[in-house]
């Protein structure tokens, strides 16, 4: 039981540049969320899905998009990457109900130059 | 405006020594609070979660309090290790939330010295 896996662990991109963040989860769970994770400010939802094929926006949506095509598995886009987007982030997962217990991933390090 | 503040925002004790942490929040309506805790350089992990009917909540060495009436939680670590070195995060669900209506604090960092 792997619990959630996230890669890559560290990445560099140039401005411009496009990538995508994976996040694996082997616990069945429904919800799996995007969150990143800057100095001095705690962690900020970037979109969330309550099942596969279903996402919706969190806190800071602009300049990313996702993808849940299956239960297990939830995609991060950065179309073009600019450097405000760097960050570390941190993928979760947890059953539905809202005092479930969320499994966090262990972080990608993302740098954009 | 739903907010979590927490308080100190670092502390450093000696180890064997207790401490407590604080965690003041305005969500409203409240379903649940969450202490985090995070190692450098890895992800959250779950201390507890307390709901509005609950007090005061363990897990081993690991004692959160919650008053909803005040709007206040607190995490109290007793004889602290070094391994208990870490950012500590508060973190606040409204009722009815989803996935977007956790509230997270900033956190607290804590270091323990030998």
């Known amino acids: 039981n792997a619990g959630v896996t996230q890669t890559p662990k560290f990445r560099v991109l140039k401005t411009g540049q496009s990538m995508t963040l994976q996040c694996a989860q082997d616990?069945?769970?429904?919800?799996m969320s995007w969150y990143r994770q800057d100095p001095g400010m705690g962690l900020r939802l970037i979109h969330y899905s309550v099942g596969a094929g279903i996402t919706d926006q969190g806190e800071v949506p602009n300049g990313y998009n996702v993808s849940r095509l299956k239960k297990q598995n939830f995609l991060l886009g950065l179309e073009s990457a600019a450097p405000s987007q760097t960050s570390v982030y941190f993928c979760a997962s947890s059953y539905p109900f809202s005092t479930d217990t969320q499994y966090f991933g262990p972080g990608t390090r993302l740098t954009v130059l | 405006k739903n907010q979590v503040e927490q308080s100190p925002q670092s502390l450093i004790i000696l180890e064997g020594k207790n401490c407590t942490l604080q965690?003041?929040?305005?969500?409203?309506?409240?379903?649940?609070l969450r202490w985090y805790k995070q190692d450098t350089g890895r992800g959250p992990v779950s201390l507890t979660i307390?709901?509005?009917?609950?007090n005061t909540k363990s897990n081993g060495r690991y004692t959160a309090t919650l008053d909803a009436d005040t709007k206040q939680s607190s995490l109290h670590i007793t004889a602290s290790q070094l391994s208990d070195s870490a950012s500590y995060i508060c973190?606040?669900?409204?009722?009815?939330?989803?996935?977007?209506?956790?509230?997270f604090g900033r956190g607290t960092q804590l270091t323990v010295w030998p």
């Open positions: 307390m709901t509005f009917s609950e």
């Open positions: 973190v606040v669900s409204g009722r009815g939330s989803t996935l977007g209506r956790l509230y």
């Open positions: 616990m069945n769970h429904e919800y």
């Open positions: 965690c003041n929040y305005t969500v409203s309506p409240f379903s649940n």
